[in-house]
């Protein structure tokens, strides 16, 4: 076997001298002893430091017999076995094995590549700072960057442009969808349909437009007629300004003043309207206006009677059609009644509706016939007239007096009725014609004489506004009656949440002679307990607090006239 | 001009000033302000917060950028760090109040969790900054890491030279003593650092036992003399073993130590730097995806 060894040596003014040995051996020493085969005089190396032993296949074993070791291909080892190419480091020397080109089996090249072992121990140094090891800001920046990026806007964006891959990430929980995205938790009404974003986000970039709360909310009214005003224009408002989702469990409405206020304190201002210009309940807001008939007994057609008319004006009245005086009835003595003297209250007669907030009509039967009774005839005292239905009065006292002229044994106190009538008669023995006729023509005239009694004089008309009228078919007009209402067309009043005042703190009804006389209270009497919006030393009192925003349906309708009559 | 001026009370606090002023302000604005909402990031106060807190945080990143340019003439860099560290501790302010206190499992709870993150690691950086410097100082003086590694250099090789006139056992396991010296390495090893080196526990041994023969000489005068030549000879051995331990177990495991401990407070020093600038660059990316989401889905 051929050895050749190649010793590159650099001298200081850059020449390189080349010492050449040939070997005919299969064991070469390597050590800083002079007699070993390869010399190598620093002191990195030691004296039999390593033996290279070459087989005939040329593969060349190398083993360290110095405790200091050797590096083989850049790893440090007590020994190795190289085959083709293959690299020594011993001391500051680099001893490169490879294939020679024939006659030489094995050429080996020796190149001192540092001063001594000192300096290649310096520059095989493991890392001294931070920076030299695996840690790395830069890297660490990077990775950073794009996993927080790709997780939490690529994932979702992916899942928004492409339904499936929006499916895939919903599906597993982990994977950070559209999900990741929620502001805040959805409010409970809408948790059935939380998962998917798109429902309502519909564009990007774009606001929740109002058609996609309107795809579900249909019946929700507008704030004014959609048919007359553009109302993104008139109100600059979507659903989602007031109504604020991803706010928590509780859906959120806005409730301040200013939602309204913003336009209505200038309304007069941009829309032809009735509506007067309000601001503040405490500060700026006008007297109440109630909705009064101004004609007693108005036709039909005639709308102008019904009027919203300011509270602040003088000789307010309403015209009821009835003959109330409340002072009366509230007597604090009471007054009489079939069962004695009997002390009335308020809530004998107002009674509320099963909500509590509204005040339920005023009805004869229930409320008045107790002591007003319709009876008519004193023979028998318990027998009473319908009610409000003078056709079905006329024909019962005409029935009724056709009765007891043909029974006969009728005593008439006032005026003297015919024999015929008061006779009692005899069993088995019929009446001639001519006594029929003659009982029947009383009877006629009786119930016709009992009839305009009982209207014009003394039951009817101890409540009612009778009208003679030849016209009506009855012959009398007793006008329509408007008691009990909807006084506030454009606010809502809760008498439910007024429960703990008494009625006299807000009506002024002991002192009330007649009901035309309006005892609604005044925006002054409200403003002893509430104030605006913005305010805090009383009840603060926004505009949302009487009024609705979505108004009424049969706003809906165009008819604003119909919305006014109830 | 003192040669050292802290960031702290750079022109007399200045930034200090103004990162309060920003505070006192936000803090105001949130205490005025009577949102139709609960407050939130959405409200007008909560779009002007975000604002400034985004401008903020891109201004504070920029310090990066400006600490590495050395010609800029936009303020200094101790200036740039001075408002670095006081307006990053205004966006605690300005960033919760811009939450308006609510927080969940997302995004954008994501992007404040990981600013805060920020902070706090730039917070403890402060304390760093003031307290390993001094640590360092005390440990080496006024050497240089490079300095020490040289006189370190030094050493092994006037130890190998020694050891060379002493045997070739003695050469060898000093080779392999200087081989095997551990420095650094791995991150945790910097930071926890080796202390002894076993490789020359054999030459203390060695030490030793020589010392013992010296003193058992004494004790028997007659081979004391028969040996003269050779005890001489061995004289000059163990002196060479003494010298030679005193330069690697003595100066240069000293040296060591302290570049061990140069090293070690040198990590410390630069550890917080590994969660602050990756995690304010992955609090980057969060920002973009907050900000890109809620406009998204508006």
Known sequence: ?566 | MAMHQSILSYRGSRYFWWALLLCVGAILAYAIDNPTMPPNGGTWLGYTLGTISTLLILLLMWFGIRKRRYRSRVGTVVGWLSAHVYLGLALIVLATLHTGFQFGWNIHTLAYALMMLVIVSGIYGVYCYSHFPTLMTDNSGESAPDSLLRQIQDIDRQALTLASEISDETHERVLKSIRRTRLGGGVLKILFGKKKNPDLQGLVQEARVEQQRMKSRDVDSTMAFMASRIANEREDSSEMLRQLTDLLLGQKERLLEQLRRDMQLKAYLDLWLYIHVPMSFALLAALTAHIVSVFFYW
């Not at chain 1, 318990?382 to 006292?397: G, I």
């Not at chain 1, 002229?405 to 008439?412: E, H, I, P, R, S």
């Not at chain 1, 009778?466 to 009398?476: F, K």
């Open chain 1, 1 to 566: 076997m051929q050895t050749r060894v190649r010793h590159i040596v650099h001298k200081r003014k850059g020449t390189v001298v080349q010492n050449e040995q040939l070997f005919d051996k299969s064991v070469i020493t390597i050590g800083r002893s002079t007699d070993q085969d390869i010399f190598l005089s620093d002191l990195g190396v030691a004296y039999r430091h390593a033996r290279l032993t070459i087989s005939a296949n040329g593969q060349v074993g190398v083993s360290s017999l110095s405790n200091a070791g050797i590096y083989v291909n850049g790893r440090f080892a007590q020994s190795g076995s190289l085959k083709g190419r293959g690299e020594i480091l011993i001391g500051p020397y680099k001893i490169l094995i490879e294939q020679g080109d024939a006659p030489v089996d094995i050429d080996i090249v020796i190149e001192q590549v540092a001063e001594d072992i000192v300096e290649v121990q310096s520059e095989n140094m493991p890392a001294l700072t931070l920076d030299q090891t695996w840690l790395s800001r830069r890297r660490g920046a990077w990775v950073g960057f794009f996993l927080v990026l790709i997780l939490f806007l690529g994932l979702p964006l992916a899942g928004f442009f492409n339904a499936d891959t929006g499916e895939v990430l919903r599906a597993i929980p982990v994977l950070p969808g559209d999900g990741a995205w929620e502001s805040g938790e959805i409010s409970a009404p809408h948790r059935h349909f939380a998962d998917d974003c798109n429902v309502c986000h519909v564009r990007p970039f774009e606001k929740v437009r109002d058609t996609a709360c309107v795809a579900c909310h249909k019946s929700t009214t507008a704030h004014a007629d959609p048919e007359l005003f553009d109302m993104q224009e008139l109100t600059g408002t979507r659903c989602a300004t007031c109504h604020k989702e991803h706010s928590g469990t509780a859906f959120l409405t806005r409730q301040d003043q200013e939602l309204c206020s913003d336009c209505h304190r200038q309304l007069r201002q941009k829309v032809d309207t009735r509506l007067a210009n309000v601001e503040d309940f405490g500060e700026r807001h006008v007297e109440f206006r109630p909705l009064l008939l101004t004609r007693l007994n108005p036709a039909r057609d005639d709308k102008a009677a019904w009027q919203r008319i300011g509270l602040e004006e003088q000789n307010l009245k309403h015209e009821t059609g009835m003959l109330f005086p409340h002072d009366v009835h509230l007597e604090t003595n009471g007054v009489e009644s079939p069962t004695g003297n009997r002390v009335l209250e308020c809530n004998d007669c107002h009674q509320t509706d099963a909500g509590g907030n509204y005040m339920l009509p005023i009805r004869m039967e229930i409320h008045c016939q107790e002591c007003h009774r319709l009876d008519f005839d004193q023979n028998t005292p318990d027998r009473q007239l319908p009610h409000a239905d003078l056709k079905t009065l006329s024909s019962m006292l005409n029935e009724y007096y056709a009765y007891v002229a043909l029974q006969g044994n009728y005593q008439d106190a006032d005026i003297p009725a015919p024999d015929i009538v008061r006779m009692r008669r005899i069993p088995g023995k019929e009446l001639t014609p001519k006594q029929t006729r003659t009982a029947l023509a009383w009877a006629q005239e009786k119930a016709a004489n009992v009839k305009e009694e009982v209207i014009e004089f003394r039951s009817c008309n101890t409540c009612h506004k009778v009208l003679r009228d030849p016209a009506a078919e009855s012959g009398w007009n007793l006008p329509d009656v408007h008691t009990s209402q909807r006084w506030f067309t454009k606010g809502d009043f809760d008498h439910k949440a007024h429960r703990s005042s008494k009625c006299e703190d807000c009506h002024d009804a002991r002192e009330s002679k007649s009901s035309e006389e309006v005892l609604l209270p005044g925006i002054d009497v409200c403003r002893d307990c509430h104030t605006g919006g913005n305010s805090n030393d009383k009840l603060a009192s926004n505009c949302i607090m009487c009024h609705q925003f979505h108004l009424p349906d049969n706003l809906l309708l165009g008819d604003r006239e119909k919305v006014v009559h109830p």
